[in-house]
């Protein structure tokens, strides 16, 4: 089709836009308007009507496919020309520039792309260089808190196109403006807020006028409030004159602050109430540790200051490595721009014409590039083409304002809105439009004249749109699998039906569903293979052969449970329980146990033979031995595994390398030499010393023929390829993803073992994706589509069902997780994704992607049975309430992976047998019951492995830490109360040192931990030394004091037992490291559950206590928390004390009884239905002392 008959097919509003060739223009295009043949066509006008070369057009869309759309079109309009124009993503743009112009970057060298584990690697480096009083070094079990917020924090910065060294003056400005009225706000809310409030609130708007050089900036009568709210609307930094220094995109904190207040004074002057300043002190203040109200701004500037200087480091190591990230591409082409004014002319001078698909989706950088490229001209050659209805993507650094900013850089430009919709029929756009009109932060509220009302041109048979209501989550994914097949059975190409829902994990758990009805299914998604069991299995698996090699004996102890637990190797539970118990009682390592076991022996060899292997053998090859297979000449297993089909069960090329003939079997001693050297002594005499005592064991050579299982037979049998071909090729995928990942990624021509598993570590411990992509199976005939709201953007489909259209996933309540590290007020940077509006958007979108049929689907209930609402915005419509069927919809559940559940239930008759020794003398800690009651951790499961079949575990660097500073505590408390006075605090620390020492903890840990614990002691002493006294009793032992408190038997030591004997009074000490806590109520949910069972262990102390031989009758006076860090903020040492009533003592003894019942019944809870979190086990609980669990 030429020119002139596509010209002619346009409206009058795309003509129009087609023809306007020379200026700026703004071009609003809502859904299915047809702005992609609007762009195609506007740039043949252009070659049309000038002599402008096609070199001399940019187009810069979002996407690859955009581009390439963009460009077909064109070749179709204008032949061979179309190969010539600049079609460009922003990221393809900026390499192009950069390709052409490599002088002005990166110092002229060959830089090569930082992948996001790179990025992470470097973070962590300058953590690791930090002080450990910076805020951003906090740890967490080994891990910096904020590294990953660090490298979304420095995406953000680069994305708003600032520098360190412009954020830095940012900063400095706002703190300015704050310190000028820190006392004022401080003085208006030191007394209880009343009307008397208000008169001293207002004019602190003008204070902060007088700085920013407007008188009436923040009057507050209603004429001055109106005047700010139009200048704030506007989201202009030109209508109060920034500061000289600030970036032209940053608006003054002043104003910022100022219009703030304005506005809430004048509302409580028009409402005549308290509440509007209520509302804004809420938002804006908070109390600091003298309990004063300062801005939150000004307690959030420490981190983000510090967050800067990260930024900063960040930028020199890419330099100095010759490095770049993503986000560096249009950041240093900005900073060249700017730096090299004959850079900026040139590039102004090669594109007289630009045109910017979905320009709401640009961030600020982007943003800031146009005006480099437009130059200082006032109407400049750009068209924008875009819809603030559909801007969904701030999680990528998109600013909706950009529309805006657009029309105040150029002057009002010339703006055409396209409303004729080709794709909808009227009832969708009806709808859609009933949504997206409840936002606040649209065009239409702020451009006077502007309408955006769609109008249908499509039209079609069976239109409808409906909104169904089901009384559960399980009856809406059956319904709506059930309705898509009906569909389909009516005649509706498969391909033609999309389910869209918010996120991921919704289309996941409605796949079983869409299998159940045989439909073939496609959808895009990104798998983290390291969530996938084989690639766990492997890890663990090699951890245990590395440990064996490196004598690390202790290590390869604590991960043996979990590999031999897998089903894999074939294991039975009870044989698992009863080698834990007997290296337990025996004093062994698992792996002497196994070795002395004829049932485990077998596999504790080849696991030897597997650590032998470790220098000697290529990685590759050492991890497909690993995973039981062995390669003949030429043929890889992943090649054989891939040839093994239920009509060809016999890999050719692999072979299983556990079969045993009498041939192959060897004794444990034969294996010991065989290994030499690579095993401790430790081990090797006690293998050797089982070795030689064969003739009191039974025999433990396995008999011919004997073989053991492996993870290939387990995950590649012809069975599993019958049954779940879509598990058994995601699982070679993830095979083949992890070798391509690793051989990108490993530059030594011949990594180890050792390499693998930094790199599995590295990726964790960055919380970097190991990511496979799931393609769209496009060439599969007869699939449905799924996909999340954000991937619908820019499709469309016959029929679409939005599906979990709740509230809280969609509407008002959402609940977002809050920033480690928070903006100012006037530099908000991180994504508006958690605002309403942007939800809104996102819901109007997947409405628009529908053509003739949009379903949307709701619940009552969720998956845990709680009650749920339909989304805010959808609250107009009448739902369609589809019943229950007869036979309600069962929960079809993912299978997830839990190696200690299959150890744990059900529990056998056998399995009593095997711990009734065990629990004729158990005696119950307060550890053991933490951990029973705590489900966020397991609960009865975690206490039956743990701590009734002992199974092993590694000590982590932060309870090694602890472990050392209690230590040096107890030994200040002994010799205090053998001399009568304190020791030298040098004595002390130096208890310390040698405390750690004893933890064997890595250098890099060790070096920190020892900085860390001297300081806290150090702080600990200087504070508490006039608070000991040498009646304190450390590590006070209740083991032997028959302690029984109904029928439970319990025993406990105490950190430090104050006793007065001639008084018959006890005070009890607990010492603890870590985070101290103000007080009992904790903010977080970890905090909330930490300081439960802190109370809880204060009560267990008491009852301990009056409940013992020796001290029954003492009275029992109190019980503290002593936490031996200081505050961070304030450097006090705090603690927390508290008292118990009869009656919360009773009630606490009451669950002792009923979890010592369930203990030594061995009847334990299924907690499969808590949440595993505070309100979680505080219902658990309430359940065991009412006798619901």
């Known amino acids: 089709m030429d020119f002139h008959t596509r010209y002619a097919t346009l409206n009058a509003n795309q003509r129009q836009a087609v023809d306007y060739i020379h200026g700026s223009l703004l071009v609003i295009a809502g859904p299915g308007t047809g702005k992609t043949e609007l762009l195609s066509m506007r740039t043949a006008q252009i070659l049309r009507q000038t002599d402008t070369l096609p070199d001399s057009i940019l187009c810069l869309t979002f996407t690859e496919s955009g581009a390439a759309n963009m460009r077909q079109r064109l070749r179709q309009i204008i032949g061979e020309d179309a190969y010539k124009i600049a079609i460009h993503t922003f990221h393809s743009f900026g390499t192009e520039i950069i390709n052409q112009h490599r002088q002005y970057f990166f110092r002229g060298a060959d830089a090569q792309p930082a992948d996001e584990l790179t990025q992470h690697q470097i973070?962590?480096?300058?953590?690791?260089?930090?002080?450990?009083?910076?805020?951003?070094?906090?740890?967490?079990?080994?891990?910096?808190?904020?590294?990953?917020?660090?490298?979304?924090?420095?995406?953000?910065?680069?994305?708003?196109?600032?520098?360190?060294?412009?954020?830095?003056?940012?900063?400095?400005?706002?703190?300015?403006?704050?310190?000028?009225?820190?006392?004022?706000?401080?003085?208006?809310?030191?007394?209880?807020?009343?009307?008397?409030?208000?008169?001293?609130?207002?004019?602190?708007?003008?204070?902060?006028?007088?700085?920013?050089?407007?008188?009436?900036?923040?009057?507050?009568?209603?004429?001055?409030?109106?005047?700010?709210?139009?200048?704030?609307?506007?989201?202009?930094?030109?209508?109060?004159?920034?500061?000289?220094?600030?970036?032209?995109?940053?608006?003054?904190?002043?104003?910022?602050?100022?219009?703030?207040?304005?506005?809430?004074?004048?509302?409580?002057?028009?409402?005549n109430s308290t509440k509007p300043l209520t509302a804004w002190k809420n938002k804006w203040c908070e109390k600091n540790a003298a309990g004063e109200f300062v801005l939150k701004d000004f307690a959030a500037s420490e981190k983000l200051s510090a967050a800067i200087d990260v930024y900063e480091a960040y930028g020199n190591v890419l330099a100095e490595r010759s490095l770049f990230d993503y986000d560096d591409m249009i950041l240093s082409i900005i900073q060249a721009c700017e730096a090299h004014p004959e850079l900026r002319a040139n590039l102004q001078e090669q594109f007289q014409f630009i045109m910017v698909d979905e320009f709401q989706d640009t961030n600020l950088a982007q943003l800031r590039l146009l005006f480099d490229l437009t130059g200082d001209e006032d109407n400049p050659n750009i068209m924008a083409v875009g819809d603030d209805d559909q801007a969904i993507f701030s999680f990528q650094g998109a600013d909706v304002g950009n529309i805006q900013r657009f029309r105040q850089q150029y002057h009002d430009p010339k703006i055409i809105v396209l409303t004729d919709n080709y794709r909808s029929v009227a009832d969708i756009l009806t709808a859609a439009r009933g949504v997206i009109t409840q936002g606040t932060d649209r065009l239409e509220n702020t451009i006077d004249g502007l309408s955006k009302q769609l109008t249908a041109h499509a039209s079609g048979s069976g239109a409808r749109v409906e909104v169904q209501e089901f009384t559960s989550v399980s009856e809406e994914r059956a319904g709506v699998a059930q309705q898509i097949a009906e569909l389909i059975k009516r005649g509706a190409d498969p391909a033609h039906i999309t389910v869209i829902a918010r996120h991921h994990k919704e289309l996941i758990e409605l796949l079983p569903y869409l299998y159940r009805q045989s439909l073939t299914v496609n959808y895009e998604r990104h798998d983290d293979i390291l969530e996938q069991d084989i690639i766990q299995a492997l890890d663990k698996l090699a951890r245990v052969v590395m440990a064996i090699h490196q004598n690390n004996l202790d290590v390869a102890n604590s991960l043996l449970p979990e590999v031999i637990a897998h089903p894999a190797f074939g294991f039975s539970a009870l044989d698992i329980w009863r080698l834990s118990l007997h290296a337990y009682k025996n004093r062994e390592l698992w792996l002497e146990s196994m070795l002395a076991n004829s049932t485990f022996q077998p596999f504790g060899e080849w696991l030897l033979e597997r650590a032998k292997d470790v220098p000697n053998l290529p990685l590759e090859e050492q991890l497909d031995k690993l995973l039981g297979l062995e390669i003949d000449a030429g043929i890889t297993p992943i090649d054989s595994v891939q040839r093994t089909s239920p009509e060809n069960p016999q890999t050719p090329g692999a072979k299983r390398v556990f079969d045993r003939d009498s041939s192959g079997a060897h004794s444990g001693r034969e294996l010991l030499q065989s290994t030499g050297e690579e095993l401790s002594s430790e081990l090797r005499t006690a293998i050797a010393a089982r070795a030689s005592s064969d003739a009191r064991r039974e025999k433990r050579s396995p008999s011919k023929g004997s073989s053991l299982n492996s993870l290939a037979d387990h995950y590649f049998s012809p069975d599993n390829l019958a049954q779940n071909p879509d598990a058994y090729l995601t699982t070679l995928e993830s095979l083949r993803t992890l070798r391509q990942k690793l051989r990108d990624r490993t530059t030594d021509a011949t990594p180890t073992l050792a390499d693998f598993l930094e790199f599995i570590d590295l990726h964790r411990s960055t919380k970097t994706r190991l990511t496979h992509i799931r393609p769209q199976a496009s060439a599969l005939g007869g699939a449905i589509n799924l996909m999340t709201a954000h991937k619908s953007k820019g499709l469309e489909f016959p029929h679409v069902f939005v599906i979990g259209a709740i509230d809280s996933a969609w509407g008002e309540k959402v609940r977002s997780r809050s920033r480690l590290i928070r903006y100012p007020a006037n530099l908000q940077l991180q994504p508006a994704g958690t605002s309403y509006d942007e939800r809104l958007r996102l819901f109007f979108v997947a409405m628009t992607r529908a053509k003739t049929t949009l379903t949307m689907t709701y619940s009552q209930t969720n998956d845990a049975g709680g009650d749920t609402m339909i989304a805010s915005f959808l609250t107009d419509h009448t739902p369609t309430i589809i019943p229950a069927a007869n036979t309600p919809a069962t929960q079809i559940t993912v299978a997830q992976t839990d190696w200690s559940a299959r150890l744990s239930a059900p529990i056998t008759a056998e399995l009593k047998d095997v711990l009734a020794p065990t629990l004729e003398t158990y005696k119950l800690s307060v550890t053991h019951l933490n951990n029973f009651l705590d489900i966020s951790r397991g609960g009865p499961q975690n206490f039956l492995l743990n701590n009734l079949l002992r199974f092993p575990s590694a000590k982590s660097p932060a309870a090694s830490y602890g472990t050392a500073i209690h230590a040096s505590l107890q030994q200040l408390h002994n010799l205090l109360r053998a001399d009568h006075r304190l020791p030298p605090a040098e004595r002390i620390l130096q208890h310390f040192r040698t405390s750690l020492e004893t933890q064997h903890l890595p250098p890099d840990d060790f070096e920190l931990y020892l900085d860390k614990g001297t300081a806290a002691l150090t702080a600990f002493l200087d504070a508490k030394s006039s608070d000991f006294h040498d009646t304190e009793l450390a590590e006070l032992d209740f083991a032997h004091q028959g302690v029984v408190v109904g029928s439970a038997r319990l025993t406990g030591k105490l950190d430090v037992a104050d006793i007065d004997k001639h008084n018959k009074t006890i005070f009890v000490t607990d010492y603890k490291t870590g985070k101290p806590s103000h007080s009992w109520k904790g903010t977080s949910d970890y905090e909330k559950i930490k300081l439960h069972k802190y109370r809880q262990q204060l009560m267990f102390y008491q009852l301990l206590v009056t409940s013992s031989r020796d001290y029954g009758n003492f009275t029992f006076t109190g019980a503290r928390l002593q936490f031996v860090e200081p505050d961070m903020k304030t450097g006090d040492i705090l603690s927390l004390e508290d008292t118990f009533s009869e009656e919360e003592l009773a009630e606490f003894a009451r669950l002792i009884g009923v979890v010592w019942r369930k203990i030594t019944t061995l009847e334990l809870p299924d907690i499969s239905g808590y949440p595993a979190d505070y309100k979680g086990m505080v219902q658990f609980e309430n359940d065991l002392l009412t006798g619901a669990a």
Do not use: C
């Open 123 to 271: 973070v962590t480096g300058i953590l690791e260089g930090l002080d450990w009083r910076n805020p951003l070094s906090v740890k967490n079990n080994g891990e910096f808190v904020y590294a990953s917020e660090l490298i979304r924090v420095i995406s953000e910065f680069k994305q708003s196109g600032l520098t360190p060294a412009e954020l830095r003056l940012v900063m400095a400005d706002n703190q300015r403006v704050i310190a000028d009225i820190a006392s004022d706000i401080q003085q208006v809310f030191a007394t209880k807020i009343s009307k008397k409030t208000i008169e001293l609130f207002a004019p602190l708007a003008e204070k902060i006028a007088e700085r920013i050089g407007e008188e009436n900036a923040a009057k507050t009568s209603k004429e001055g409030a109106t005047e700010l709210s139009e200048n704030a609307a506007s989201s202009a930094p030109h209508h109060i004159k920034p500061s000289a220094a600030l970036p032209s995109s940053i608006t003054p904190y002043a104003q910022v602050l100022a219009l703030s207040i304005a506005h809430a004074a004048q509302e409580a002057i028009d409402a």
